[in-house]
C-alpha cells in the first residue's frame, strides 16, 4: 500500500533552533521533507496560514494510576495522555513504581500492560525505592528493556526514601551502565520532625504541608545529590525544582562543568504558599509544596539563562472532592481525592493536574509575557527532555526522518481555561478562569490527526513505547 501523504502547507516553523516559514511533507508516519516548493504530488494539503507549527510536546515528568494515600491518581493510561494530546502533547513518560520487597521489572511488567492504553506515545522512568538482594544487578536490565532512567527520593521516610550510601551507589551503576539518574530532592529526616511538631501543636491546615517541607531541604538535598552524583561520575536530572536555592545549587554544579541538569514545572512559576491558605488550598498540595513569588521569578530566570534544561508537568492528579463525581466520556467517576485530607495535611494526597496546562499555560504566559522566547518554549518543553531521555531526534523536534508529531497552533485563539471544558479526568483545573492566548488546533502523533480542534481521534492503544536511546546530558 503506498504511504499516506500530507502536506502541511504555509505555517511558520518554530523549533528549538530556527523561527521559517516552510512546509513539511509527512509521508507515513515520518517528516519525509521541509522547505518550500516541495514535491507534493498525491499529498492531502493542510492549510497553516497565520498558524505556528512546532514539534509534539514531551512531557518528562507523569504520574498516571499511581497509588498514593489509599487512593490513585484519577488520570490513567489512557485519560491523561488523551488529556495531553488536547494540550499539544504527543509524548509523555511516566514513573514506574517499585514495590518494597519487589523487583524493578516486575513493576515495569505491571506498567507495560497498564500503559498499553495510551492513546499517544510514551516512555518510563523506573522509580528505585527499595535496594534489596539483586536490585542493583537489574539496573543494566532497564537500558536493555529501553527504561535508561530512573528515580530515587531523598524524602518519604520508611517508604521510598533510599539512604546516601544506596543513593551512592545507585549512582555508581548509572555511571557504569549508562542511565540517567534523576533525583527528589527534599530532606526526609527534617520534614518528618517538622509535621511530628506541627501535628502536636494542632497545625493541620494544608499551608502546614509546605511549612513543614522548608526550601532550605530542597537545597541541602539537592546539593547532596550533585554531591553524590559527582562522587559516582554519574549525570544527574534534577526533577521538579521549586526554589532559588535548589536552582543555584544547580546553575554552579553546571558551571564546574558536571552533567547536572534541572527541570521545573509550571506550579512552581506561578504558584506560591499563598494560594494554600486558601479555603481550597488543598487542590495546591504537592510535594515539594509550592513556595515563594520570589522563587517563582528565580525560576523564570533560570529558565531564560539555561540554567533549566525542562519543564515537565509531574501531572499527578486527585479530585478536590472525590465524593461527587464528574462525567467523563460519558459516563460518572469519583475517585476519592484530596477530600481525604480534610482536617489533616499529611493525608491530603500530593500532587496536581497540569499534563493538559503546560503548553498553552507556558505559551501565554512564558512566551506571550516575554518570559522566554518561542525557541526556548520548544526546548524547554519538548526537544530538551527528547535529548535527555535518549529520544532525540525520534521525537523534540522538525527535520526529515523524525517521527511526524506535529502541533499546529493558532497564536490569535483566545480561551479561557475551564475544568469542565477541559480533558484532565478530575474535578478542577489550578488555572480556572485564566485566558489563554494560543492554543493547540490540529495535533498529530506519528502523521495522524488525532486532536481537531475540540474533536478527539486518537485511540486507545494507539500509542507506542519508546524505548529511551542512550541519555545525552545537556
Ligand atoms: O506531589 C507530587 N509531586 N506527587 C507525585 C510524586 C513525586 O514525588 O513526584
Ligand atoms: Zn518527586
Ligand atoms: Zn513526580
Given at each position: 500500500?503506498a504511504?499516506?501523504k ?15 516559514p ?6 507515513g508516519?515520518?517528516?519525509k521533507a521541509i522547505?518550500?516548493?516541495?514535491d ?26 499511581l ?20 494540550g499539544g502533547t ?19 511488567r505491571?506498567?507495560q500492560?497498564k ?10 522512568h523506573?522509580?528505585v525505592?527499595?535496594?534489596?538482594e539483586?536490585?542493583l544487578?537489574e539496573?543494566?536490565?532497564l537500558?536493555?528493556?529501553?527504561v ?10 520508611g ?32 520534614i ?17 504541608h ?16 550533585i ?12 526533577v521538579?525544582v ?8 544547580i ?6 562543568r ?8 509550571p ?29 517563582n ?7 531564560r ?12 492528579p ?7 463525581p464528574?462525567v ?6 469519583a ?24 503548553l ?6 512564558g ?9 526556548q ?7 530538551n ?29 483566545r ?10 479526568r ?10 489563554l492566548?494560543?492554543?493547540p488546533?490540529k495535533v ?11 474533536q478527539?481521534?486518537g485511540?486507545?492503544?494507539?500509542g507506542?513505547?519508546?524505548?529511551g ?6
Amino acid at each position: 500500500m503506498a504511504q499516506e501523504k500530507l502536506l502541511i502547507r504555509g505555517g511558520t516553523l518554530i523549533t528549538a533552533a530556527d523561527t521559517v516559514p516552510a512546509d513539511i511533507l509527512i509521508e507515513g508516519e515520518k517528516i519525509k521533507a521541509i522547505g518550500s516548493g516541495l514535491d507534493a504530488r498525491g499529498a492531502k494539503v493542510v492549510d497553516a496560514k497565520e498558524r505556528v507549527v512546532m514539534p509534539g510536546g514531551v512531557d518528562p515528568h507523569v504520574h498516571l494510576d499511581l497509588p498514593m494515600f489509599g487512593t490513585v491518581s484519577s488520570d490513567d493510561h489512557y485519560t491523561g495522555p488523551k488529556a495531553a494530546a488536547f494540550g499539544g502533547t504527543t509524548t509523555v513518560m511516566d514513573f514506574v513504581p517499585q514495590e518494597p520487597g519487589h523487583s524493578l521489572l516486575s513493576g515495569l511488567r505491571a506498567w507495560q500492560e497498564k500503559a498499553s492504553r495510551s492513546p499517544i506515545d510514551f516512555g518510563f522512568h523506573m522509580n528505585v525505592t527499595w535496594l534489596g538482594e539483586g536490585i542493583l544487578d537489574e539496573l543494566p536490565r532497564l537500558r536493555e528493556e529501553g527504561v535508561p532512567s530512573f528515580k530515587v527520593f531523598t524524602a518519604y521516610n520508611g517508604r521510598m526514601r533510599l539512604q546516601d550510601g544506596e543513593i551512592f551507589q545507585v549512582f555508581q551503576a548509572a555511571a557504569r551502565f549508562g542511565l540517567m539518574p534523576m533525583l527528589h530532592a527534599e530532606n526526609g529526616d527534617v520534614i518528618d520532625l517538622l509535621v511530628a511538631q506541627a501535628l502536636a501543636e494542632g497545625k493541620t491546615s494544608p499551608e502546614w504541608h509546605a511549612l513543614t517541607r522548608p526550601a532550605w531541604g530542597e537545597v541541602e538535598a539537592t546539593t547532596r545529590g550533585i554531591a553524590l552524583a559527582a562522587m559516582a561520575g554519574s549525570p544527574l536530572y534534577v526533577v521538579h525544582v521549586t526554589c532559588e536555592g535548589a536552582l543555584r545549587a544547580i546553575r554552579e554544579a553546571r558551571e564546574r562543568r558536571l552533567p547536572v541538569m534541572g527541570e521545573t514545572c509550571p506550579q512552581y512559576l506561578f504558584f506560591s504558599i499563598h494560594e494554600l491558605t486558601r479555603p481550597d488550598g488543598a487542590k495546591w498540595v504537592c510535594s515539594p509544596p509550592v513556595r515563594s513569588p520570589e522563587d517563582n521569578q528565580a525560576l523564570w530566570q533560570g529558565l531564560r539563562q539555561q540554567w533549566i534544561q525542562s519543564v515537565g508537568t509531574d501531572h499527578c492528579p486527585f479530585f478536590f472532592d472525590g465524593t461527587q463525581p464528574i462525567v467523563y466520556e460519558g459516563r460518572k467517576v469519583a475517585i476519592p481525592g484530596k477530600e481525604l485530607g480534610q482536617g489533616d495535611f499529611t493525608k491530603i494526597p500530593n500532587g496536581l493536574p497540569g499534563i493538559e496546562d503546560r503548553l498553552p499555560i507556558l505559551w501565554t504566559y512564558g512566551v506571550g509575557q516575554g518570559r522566554i522566547s518561542a525557541n526556548q518554549f520548544v526546548a524547554l518543553t519538548s526537544t530538551n527532555p527528547a535529548r535527555v531521555f535518549g529520544l532525540y531526534p525520534r521525537k523534540g523536534t522538525l527535520q526529515p526522518g523524525s517521527d511526524a508529531d506535529i502541533v499546529i497552533w493558532n497564536p490569535s485563539t483566545r480561551r479561557r481555561v475551564l475544568a469542565r471544558e477541559g480533558h484532565q479526568r478530575t474535578d478542577y483545573n489550578l488555572y480556572e478562569e485564566w485566558e489563554l492566548v494560543g492554543v493547540p488546533e490540529k495535533v498529530f502523533l506519528r502523521g495522524r490527526l488525532i486532536v481537531d480542534g475540540k474533536q478527539w481521534l486518537g485511540r486507545r492503544g494507539g500509542g507506542v513505547f519508546l524505548p529511551g536511546g542512550g541519555p545525552q546530558p545537556l
